[in-house]
């Protein structure tokens, strides 16, 4: 290192106040209602998410959901049995 920029380095370094290395975290926030008025923790996240008897649709959605998770649970495996099949064939 040159002795002009030594210089110019110990006269930032003298400039400088001294450098203090730790861990830092924020502060706890304090617990709250999570958005609800007080005394209020039938639910967590909303008023309305387990309302099932009013929900539109409701048979509909009930049996299109149904349909769906019965129909992923045979179509999934038989996929697999096929394709594994498809690949020890050759």
Known sequence: MSS??????????RGSSKVHR?????AVPAGGGHG???????????????NMTAMKNRKFKMAAGTIGLVGAGI????????????????
């Open 75 to 90: 179509t999934v495996p038989c996929i697999a049995v096929w394709w594994s099949e498809k690949k020890r064939a050759g």
């Open 36 to 50: 609800h008025s007080e005394g209020y923790d039938a639910y967590i996240h909303a008023e309305h998410m387990y």
């Open 4 to 13: 002009v920029a030594l210089k110019a380095f110990r006269a930032s370094l």
């Open 22 to 26: 730790a861990f830092h975290k924020s």
